[in-house]
């Protein structure tokens, strides 16, 4: 049984092969003895691999919280939701 890592290796070498034959999918299949269903699944694939690999920048604004009052317990959470807390909080409670 063939892995993965070489059925892609062969099909990512016909659809590149395609592209440079100047051929239509069918007419290429016919020429290598090749389902073009099967060849149309794998240039979808190839595309949508290189729209992943495409990065976008985006701006980021990185602002610092204001600062807890000494003493204070701050509980800060990636959403953006904070909670201070006096430091005489008993441990328990928490």
Do not use: N
């Not at 395609?18 to 595309?47: M, N, P």
């Not at 003493?71 to 201070?84: E, I, K, R």
């Amino acid at each position: 049984m063939e892995t993965m890592h070489a059925r892609r290796a062969f099909w990512s070498a016909h659809v590149q092969a395609w592209r440079d034959s100047g051929l239509t999918q069918v007419a290429y299949c016919q020429q290598h003895a090749l389902r073009s269903k099967a060849l149309a699944y794998w240039i979808r694939r190839d595309r949508q691999g290189r729209e992943a690999d495409t990065l976008t920048l985006l701006p980021l604004t990185v602002q610092t919280p204001p600062p807890a009052p000494p003493g204070d317990l701050l509980l800060q959470h990636p959403s953006g939701w904070q909670l201070s807390l006096p430091a005489s909080v008993e441990p328990a409670w928490l």
